[in-house]
């Protein structure tokens, strides 16, 4: 099935979500190009990837599970630099799955429901962020952000007069003074 993501926005969100029969034996390497990809080919929306949960029809150590394992820590890694992906970790404890283990019951389903849910509000809640910082030559950057983007910019400068002109960032880098 092909989807059209070119129209999602920042304000939308995809769930990307594979199973154990996703990770073949010792085939883990293959089975992450395909989510890079697609994290690298859709920047301009949000993306959670869900890890593989575990099969619990399989002792802990075969070598699917292992490789599962393998599997999400990869994922991890390689998806640390995209600052619009979220990698979500499922429970693994058994109670969250079904009598024969392979599949989650609806314990697990609404534990899981519950942190993406938990998650989204967290991404999609607007935070009003200030972070100041003083500059080598004096001046104050202040950055304010809504909804992780950018909103505005201030450059102040720090002197004992306290006033506070917003000047740019050309201009500060133009005059320079010491920083208290």
Known sequence: MTVDTTLLTKNDLIIFWGGANDVNKNNSQEGLKH??????????????????????????WSCVNSETKVFNRKL??????????VVVT???????????????NNLGKEETAT???????????????????????????????????????????????STEGTISLQEAQEQPTACQ
């Open 35 to 60: 989510p890079v990809k697609f994290v690298q080919s859709n920047n301009h929306t949000n993306i959670f990837l869900m890890c593989v949960p575990p099969r619990h029809n399989l002792p802990e």
């Open 115 to 161: 942190k993406v849910s938990k998650i989204i509000r967290s991404v999609f809640q607007k935070r009003n962020v200030e972070i100041c910082l003083c500059w080598k030559y004096g001046y104050d950057i202040s950055v304010k952000s809504v909804s992780n983007q950018t909103e505005g910019t201030s450059v102040k400068k720090v002197d004992d007069s």
């Open 76 to 85: 991890s890694k390689l998806i640390k630099p995209y600052n619009h992906v």
């Open 90 to 104: 499922t429970d693994t404890d058994r109670k969250f799955y079904t009598r024969h283990g392979l599949h989650m």
